[in-house]
């Protein structure tokens, strides 16, 4: 069994972000109700604070999974465990792994795709045991391997 969890860096950062973020546009907002006279600058930056905080925010719950692979399937948990899809790999159509060079090093993603038209996509800079799962899919489902893509 091969459980590929989100790394708790990435997930920290975020949420400092997330706080500050929110924080900030609570001290506008608060500044904006108070103020006898806002200055429109005032609005714009509570607009942009908000709308940012917001979308990192859908990006952060979009993207925490925790994807755990046995033997005849695959259980991802999303949401923060709240929603749970159960894959079998005898529905598996396709695997790829892609690699982009960086300045830092190499970025790789899986994606694997299944019959009914379910997916999921892990990347070695967000999840523990990343290696570990990308190759359980060279060594058993070499014949499902997409063609991937380099950059």
């Known amino acids: 069994m091969i459980v590929t969890k989100p790394k708790f860096n990435t997930f920290f950062a ?10 900030s546009a609570i001290y506008l907002l608060t500044d904006v109700i108070t103020a ?20 990192v925010t859908i990006k952060m719950l979009g993207s925490y999974k925790k ?47 299944f019959r009914n038209k379910q997916h999921f996509r892990i990347a070695n800079q967000e999840h523990d045991n990343y290696e570990k799962a990308a190759g359980f899919f060279r060594r058993h489902y070499k014949k499902y391997e997409g063609k991937p893509d380099s950059k």
């Open 36 to 55: 006898e006279a806002t200055p429109f600058w005032m609005y714009l930056l509570l607009g942009f604070v908000t709308i940012i905080a917001f979308f």
């Open 67 to 113: 994807v755990i692979i046995e033997k005849n399937r695959v259980n991802v948990f999303s949401l923060f465990g709240l929603v749970k899809k159960q894959l079998y790999l005898k529905d598996l159509e396709t695997w790829k792994e892609e690699k982009v060079k960086t300045a830092n090093g190499v970025f790789k993603q899986l994606e694997v795709s």
């Open 14 to 23: 975020l949420g400092a972000f997330l706080v500050l973020s929110y924080g």
